[in-house]
């Protein structure tokens, strides 16, 4: 979603969006399906909550080394997006200055960093229930503001019966309160 302003900008009137749109949705979840189901399928009972550390046990160092590549890559690549996305933001939405745009995309995450629980897996997880939650339904409510109000005939058009806003938005805000309990009273260390 936070890629498809700066993917309009770069194909502007060439007719492919709604392709890359689906290509660039469907590999990633094939990709993801497929390493979930090899570490499963390789561990079985024995998979661990970080997949490459119970990889490590069975397999040895070198799954260490292909998994922190790939993670690194992965989040490095998402991190440089999502600030690219959320910079552009500052500058054009809120009309900050550039430098304090670009420091506040980069302090904020290493500021809850520094104050969390150092556990990478818990920090991604809260932050992408919460925000990941909230920024479902934001877009549920932008999507049909869209609707509503848009004058503009959009590349491809998707629609939501009325009563699938309130169910989808049900389940954002049910996801986002179980992330908040089970951190708060259930994850103790």
């Known amino acids: 979603i936070a890629s498809i302003p700066e993917l309009r900008d770069i194909l502007s009137g060439d007719g492919h969006m709604r392709k890359v749109v689906i290509w660039g949705t469907a590999i990633p979840i094939v990709l ?78 290493l500021l809850l960093f520094a104050v969390s629980t150092h556990d990478f897996v818990k920090v991604i997880g809260f932050v992408g229930a ?11 409510k932008l999507h049909r503001a869209a609707k509503i109000l848009g004058t503009r005939s959009p590349e491809y058009a998707l629609y939501i019966p009325s009563f699938a806003y309130y169910f989808i938005g049900a389940l954002y805000v049910a996801g986002i309160g179980y992330e908040i309990a089970y951190t708060i009273f259930l994850n103790k260390p």
């Open 32 to 109: 993801y399906a497929l390493f979930a189901f090899a570490v499963v399928g390789a561990m079985g009972g024995a998979t661990t909550q970080e997949a490459v550390a119970g990889l490590v046990a069975r397999y040895g160092s070198w799954v260490a080394v292909a998994g922190g590549i790939v993670g690194v890559l992965t989040t490095a690549t998402s991190f440089i997006v999502l600030g690219l996305v959320l910079k552009h933001s500052f500058i054009y939405d809120l009309h900050l200055p550039k430098t304090f745009a670009v420091f506040i995309t980069l302090s904020v995450p």
């Open 130 to 140: 919460v925000f990941g939650g909230i920024e479902g339904i934001l877009m549920l």
